[in-house]
Structure formats: C-alpha cells, structure tokens
C-alpha cells in the first residue's frame, strides 16, 4: 500500500512561535495532498486542499495566512502555523491523493504553551 | 463544516460478535470511503466504495454503496480484541475519493471484550 509519513509527530512549542509539519508521500508522486485538524474524541476537518506548483485552496472559516501550505514537489507538502496560540493546539494529519483514493499520515500532535 | 452522520456513536461488544455501523447523507455521494482511526494514528483506508449498490469485503469486513447513493453501511464479523478503535466514514461527491475533497461521518468508536 501507499505510505505518507508526517514529521514531527509531536512538538511543543511557545505562543507566539511557528511551526512547520512535513507531509511527505514516500513511495508515489501526489499532485495533491490534503491537511486536516481532529479535536479530541471528534472527526477529521478539512483545513485545506494542497496543490502541486499552486495555491492550496482553503476551506471556510480557516485562515490562510494562520496556516500556510506549500506544496513545492510531488511528494512533499507543508503546513507552517504561524504565531501559535493554546487553541491552535490540536491533532493535524495530511493525507495524499493516489489514483482514486487518500492515503493518510500519522499525524502530528502540536501542543502549544 | 458538513459532516455525515454516523451511527451508532459508540458500540460495547464481545469478542465473536458481529457489528454493523452505517452512516447516511442529505445529498448524494459518488464515493464512499471507510477507514479505522487507531488513537493518536491516522486513519487507516478499509474499504472503497465507487458504485451504487456495490458490496465489497475485505477479510471479515464487508461494505455496501447503497442504491440511493445516500448511506453506506460497514459489517465486522467475527470481530476481535484488535478490531477496538474508531471507524469513519468518508463520502465524495465527484467519482474517486481522491480528486475531491473528503467529507467525514461523526465516527464509531468500537470496544470490544475478549
């Protein structure tokens, strides 16, 4: 099967502070990824659409100069949270486009102080 | 956002049982994708789903596309200590999970005693 890794796993970091998570498709090419948040006990929220060579596409309500996406290459895309707050803390997880279906990461579990 | 509904919320069952969850939409699918969330993993892809009426199995796990392209339902049997976690759905609406976004059921948590 197809593999996406996520880097770090976990951070913890100071408010105020960026912090940049790593998707990364290890075994195939993906023209597109996607980047999700998941508060405890709940389900996946898309945050956004990343492109290969383009803009990523936000979904409503996210802010995109809060979470800046950059998908430079084919197997790698990602998400910078900029000046972090305690309720950016949360579980974020890519997932990546191979033929017709998603393949996810592990996710990365930011905690923010 | 939107998110499918799933049901039941929570299930409690012994080992041997079968289970049978489901998750139903307001607006027609084209995909319907189902995944298992280990904690503090990723989801896991289990079964997909491109057309109505389509019933598909993976080992002792079976799932359906239904005819009106508005729910879709997920079998265990059999289940195990290991089948413990949570299960998503996912439905999309152009043909392929992957060329349009996902949207997610509300999900099942599954606990099951050996």
């Known amino acids: 099967g197809a593999v996406v890794s996520q880097h770090p796993s976990r951070v913890i970091c100071k408010s105020g502070t960026s912090v940049k998570i790593e998707c990364r498709s290890l075994?195939?090419?993906?023209?597109?990824m996607f980047w999700y948040r998941q508060f405890p006990k709940k389900s996946l929220m898309l945050m956004a659409t990343s492109n290969e060579g383009s803009k990523a596409t936000y979904e409503q309500g996210v802010e995109k100069d809060k979470f800046l996406i950059n998908h430079a290459s084919l197997t790698l895309s990602t998400l910078t949270v900029t000046s972090a707050h305690p309720e950016d803390s949360s579980f974020y997880i890519c997932s990546a486009r191979r033929e017709e279906t998603q393949y996810f990461g592990p996710g990365t579990r930011l905690l923010v102080l | 956002g939107q998110q499918l509904n799933q049901s039941p919320q929570s299930m409690f069952i012994q080992e041997g049982e079968d289970v049978s969850m489901n998750c139903t939409s307001s607006?027609?699918?084209?995909?319907w994708l189902w995944y298992k969330q280990d904690p503090g993993e990723g989801p896991v892809l289990l079964i997909a789903?491109?057309?109505?009426?389509e019933l598909t199995s993976n080992g002792r796990l079976t799932a359906q596309f239904g005819i009106t392209r508005k729910d879709s339902f997920l079998n265990i049997s059999a289940s195990i200590p290991s089948d413990v976690g949570i299960y998503f759905c996912?439905?999309?609406?152009?043909?392929?999970?992957?060329?349009?976004?996902?949207?997610f059921g509300t999900g099942t948590l599954l606990a099951v005693q050996p």
């Open positions: 075994d195939f090419q993906a023209t597109t």
């Open positions: 996912a439905g999309s609406r152009l043909k392929g999970g992957a060329t349009n976004k996902l949207i």
């Open positions: 789903l491109y057309k109505a009426g």
């Open positions: 607006s027609i699918f084209n995909t």
